[in-house]
């Protein structure tokens, strides 16, 4: 009997050990080469996944769990897995329209632009709007930005609205100017501005805040129309890698689409998401954050815009840009936005601000030290707001200095610095250009950087955002003279740049942004080595595998 009960306990205790293997993991990658994102050196070994979290990580090829059935094994020898990479500045829906309508992006020239935008005009109907995304003069050879006249010459009667990859200025045709009033006597709107040639006439180039201008004219997007725009943006950005984008900017009907997305099972890649200034501020400032507890739609940031963009002279500089008689513009008034900041420190609403020149930020950051002085002046308890600037590409040593100070958190994004090469000595000169995309300087003075794409602005690629971290060069190996080739990054600190540092600037760094055990299984595969291979050849890497909280949504057919 008691032989028996011995033998018996064994069995049934060694079927619990069994077991206890078996519910360690859903899913088991295996004999890949893992970097953690906690040193820059890999190890062969396997990861388990068990209800969207990592369950264990182990050197060396282990396929034991594997064995009681359940669990999805893959082996990924010759591969590399990374903490997920986040698109930390993407416009989601703005990449999904990219894909949707007439796409100019990286067409080399505005002759080849034009022809593009007349063979679309070909397919349309008499009167039908044509609406264009993504041109960009930075490397056209006729250095200029399109005019109405030169839409006019093959649609005199279709209106036609062009906007340029940095959202910041359109170009519209002669009709559009008629049908928005818009004339010589037509004075700059608040934040904008109407290009004029040397008579008075508008060229049809309207400048941030004067493309309100033309807005109400323009057919309106459906509902369905954003919600086929996110699902495209959200295809795209999980079969290049991207398993995370911080949105910067949007309404609440855009968080009402995503919930949708959600609930349907088709949001493929967790988003970080900002409302827009305005409305959807107040909004937000009123319920206070939202925050869900599979991390995959979180909104407690407010997106506001301080200046334009530099390549459209929209920036706002200390001093005059060196090709152009003007300081840029700004965009946000200080008597709507101060209290906004005051409310959102007492709401515990992170504030992530677009501030391009060296103007824009000085006066971002002197607005937000007074939105922490005032707080602490009133006693109240500020926690670690985390505050953002969006792009930062333009900021004198001094006000380095004070984003250290003041805790600001810099979101960049690297491939403006290998596209903007082509114009931004001639924007701001050989001195000032010393100042700009620091991101070497900022790093060494202790900062961290969210790291993102801008998409659609740029192509919004890992690859090329990684690439441009570590080169400082273009895509074809070219950088200019003066481009400042020693603010490069570490490949370590690129890798960071894309992981844990944007899931600091999204107060997730306690759950994702490594390889950890606890943390949500985030992965992002690659054919090749990233952190050892030649710059070049990291273009040329094929993402394998996109894995957002153990579930694959995207695998490349091999």
Same mark, same amino acid.
């Given at each position: 009997?008691?032989?028996?009960?011995?033998?018996?306990?064994?069995?049934?205790?060694?079927?619990?050990?069994?077991?206890?293997?078996?519910?360690?993991?859903?899913?088991?990658?295996?004999?890949?080469?893992?970097?953690?994102?906690?040193?820059?050196?890999?190890?062969?070994?396997?990861?388990?996944?068990?209800?969207?979290?990592?369950?264990?990580?182990?050197?060396?090829?282990?396929?034991?769990?594997?064995?009681?059935?359940?669990?999805?094994?893959?082996?990924?020898?010759?591969?590399?897995?990374?903490?997920?990479?986040?698109?930390?500045?993407?416009?989601?829906?703005?990449?999904?329209?990219?894909?949707?309508?007439?796409?100019?992006?990286?067409?080399?020239?505005?002759?080849?632009?034009?022809?593009?935008?007349?063979?679309?005009?070909?397919?349309?109907?008499?009167?039908?709007?044509?609406?264009?995304?993504?041109?960009?003069?930075?490397?056209?050879?006729?250095?200029?930005?399109?005019?109405?006249?030169?839409?006019?010459?093959?649609?005199?009667?279709?209106?036609?609205?062009?906007?340029?990859?940095?959202?910041?200025?359109?170009?519209?045709?002669?009709?559009?100017?008629?049908?928005?009033?818009?004339?010589?006597?037509?004075?700059?709107?608040?934040?904008?501005?109407?290009?004029?040639?040397?008579?008075?006439?508008?060229?049809?180039?309207?400048?941030?805040?004067?493309?309100?201008?033309?807005?109400?004219?323009?057919?309106?997007?459906?509902?369905?129309?954003?919600?086929?725009?996110?699902?495209?943006?959200?295809?795209?950005?999980?079969?290049?890698?991207?398993?995370?984008?911080?949105?910067?900017?949007?309404?609440?009907?855009?968080?009402?689409?995503?919930?949708? @997305?959600? %609930? $349907? #099972?088709? +949001?493929?890649? &967790?988003?970080?998401? !900002?409302?827009? /200034? *305005?409305?959807?501020?107040?909004?937000?400032?009123?319920?206070?954050?939202? @925050?869900? %507890? $599979? #991390?995959? +739609?979180?909104? &407690?940031?407010?997106? !506001?815009?301080? /200046? *334009?963009?530099?390549?459209?002279?929209?920036?706002?500089?200390?001093?005059?840009?060196?090709?152009?008689?003007?300081?840029?513009?700004?965009?946000?008034?200080?008597?709507?936005?101060?209290?906004?900041?005051?409310?959102?420190?007492?709401?515990?609403?992170?504030?992530?601000?677009?501030?391009?020149?060296?103007?824009?930020?000085?006066?971002?950051?002197?607005?937000?030290?007074?939105?922490?002085?005032?707080?602490?002046?009133?006693?109240?308890?500020?926690?670690?707001?985390?505050?953002?600037?969006?792009?930062?590409?333009?900021?004198?040593?001094?006000?380095?200095?004070?984003?250290?100070?003041?805790?600001?958190?810099?979101?960049?994004?690297?491939?403006?610095?290998?596209?903007?090469?082509?114009?931004?000595?001639?924007?701001?000169?050989?001195?000032?250009?010393?100042?700009?995309?620091?991101?070497?300087?900022?790093?060494?003075?202790?900062?961290?950087?969210?790291?993102?794409?801008?998409?659609?602005?740029?192509?919004?690629?890992?690859?090329?955002?990684?690439?441009?971290?570590?080169?400082?060069?273009?895509?074809?190996?070219?950088?200019?003279?003066?481009?400042?080739?020693?603010?490069?990054?570490?490949?370590?600190?690129?890798?960071?740049?894309?992981?844990?540092?944007?899931?600091?600037?999204?107060?997730?760094?306690?759950?994702?942004?490594?390889?950890?055990?606890?943390?949500?299984?985030?992965?992002?595969?690659?054919?090749?080595?990233?952190?050892?291979?030649?710059?070049?050849?990291?273009?040329?890497?094929?993402?394998?595998?996109?894995?957002?909280?153990?579930?694959?949504?995207?695998?490349?057919?091999?």
């Amino acid at each position: 009997m008691k032989i028996t009960f011995f033998i018996v306990f064994i069995i049934y205790a060694s079927s619990i050990i069994a077991d206890s293997k078996c519910n360690q993991a859903d899913l088991i990658l295996e004999n890949a080469s893992i970097y953690d994102g906690l040193s820059d050196k890999s190890f062969i070994g396997s990861i388990g996944v068990k209800d969207s979290k990592i369950s264990f990580i182990n050197k060396g090829k282990i396929t034991a769990y594997g064995e009681c059935g359940g669990t999805r094994v893959i082996n990924l020898k010759e591969y590399f897995i990374y903490p997920g990479f986040v698109d930390g500045h993407g416009h989601l829906k703005g990449i999904g329209y990219r894909e949707l309508t007439l796409n100019l992006q990286g067409i080399p020239s505005l002759d080849l632009t034009l022809k593009a935008v007349e063979n679309y005009l070909s397919l349309k109907q008499p009167n039908d709007w044509i609406i264009g995304r993504g041109w960009i003069d930075k490397t056209w050879p006729e250095k200029r930005f399109p005019t109405r006249w030169d839409l006019d010459s093959f649609s005199p009667n279709n209106p036609v609205v062009l906007e340029r990859a940095d959202g910041h200025a359109i170009v519209v045709n002669s009709i559009v100017l008629k049908l928005a009033n818009i004339d010589s006597n037509t004075p700059d709107p608040q934040g904008g501005f109407i290009e004029k040639d040397d008579n008075g006439e508008p060229t049809g180039l309207l400048v941030d805040m004067a493309m309100n201008l033309i807005a109400d004219l323009i057919p309106k997007l459906t509902r369905d129309d954003d919600k086929k725009a996110f699902l495209e943006g959200l295809q795209r950005n999980v079969a290049l890698g991207w398993t995370q984008i911080h949105v910067p900017g949007g309404t609440f009907q855009d968080i009402s689409i995503l919930n949708e @997305i959600k %609930s $349907e #099972n088709n +949001l493929l890649q &967790r988003v970080y998401f !900002m409302v827009s /200034d *305005g409305e959807p501020a107040d909004l937000l400032l009123e319920k206070g954050p939202i @925050i869900d %507890s $599979e #991390n995959l +739609l979180t909104v &407690r940031t407010i997106k !506001m815009y301080a /200046d *334009g963009a530099l390549g459209s002279r929209g920036a706002a500089l200390i001093e005059k840009y060196s090709d152009y008689d003007g300081k840029g513009v700004f965009i946000f008034r200080e008597e709507e936005t101060k209290p906004r900041l005051s409310k959102a420190l007492k709401k515990g609403i992170q504030i992530a601000t677009h501030a391009i020149g060296d103007n824009g930020n000085r006066v971002v950051l002197d607005w937000y030290e007074d939105a922490f002085e005032n707080a602490k002046n009133n006693d109240q308890i500020i926690s670690e707001p985390r505050w953002r600037i969006e792009h930062a590409q333009n900021i004198t040593p001094i006000d380095q200095k004070r984003f250290v100070e003041l805790n600001v958190i810099p979101a960049m994004q690297p491939s403006h610095a290998i596209g903007d090469l082509h114009f931004a000595i001639d924007r701001l000169g050989l001195e000032r250009i010393n100042n700009a995309y620091a991101w070497r300087d900022l790093i060494d003075q202790g900062l961290i950087i969210a790291g993102g794409s801008d998409a659609p602005v740029e192509i919004g690629d890992p690859r090329i955002e990684f690439y441009a971290a570590i080169a400082r060069k273009d895509v074809d190996g070219f950088h200019a003279e003066g481009w400042n080739l020693n603010q490069r990054l570490t490949r370590f600190e690129a890798l960071k740049m894309f992981t844990i540092w944007p899931a600091i600037a999204s107060f997730e760094d306690n759950v994702k942004g490594t390889i950890e055990v606890g943390k949500l299984a985030d992965f992002t595969i690659f054919d090749s080595d990233i952190m050892t291979i030649p710059e070049q050849e990291i273009l040329n890497v094929k993402n394998i595998y996109t894995i957002v909280g153990g579930r694959i949504v995207f695998e490349e057919l091999l």
